[in-house]
């Protein structure tokens, strides 16, 4: 089993910040200032991850995005589109073609 590494980072944070987290931590949401810092450095990384998008053909697109429907009662474009990594536009396309022909339903 590989050992992860952790490393120091300092940062400056404005006393009005500070006292934001310390809030936060005071009434038992993270263990600490660090915990606090910690996760939103992981939130904002996931955020911005960047999305390798699959080139494939739109038969084979429609194809797992209605496999994905069968196994998923619900889901948003954008997701089907990031889980499968597919162009979101293609994808868009798909669900719009799905909808029509009557293969799945539109939830509002």
Known sequence: MKKT???SVATKLTSLELQKINNI???GMYLNSSDFLREAVREKLKAIEVINIRDID???AKKEVLEYHE???TAYISEISENLKL???LTVNIIDELIKKGKIEEVS
Do not use: R
Request: hydrophobic share 25%; proline share 0%; glycine share 0%.
């Open 5 to 7: 590494v952790s490393k």
């Open 71 to 73: 196994t998923h009662e």
């Open 58 to 60: 739109y038969e084979t």
């Open 87 to 89: 162009d979101l536009s």
């Open 25 to 27: 931590v005071d009434i």
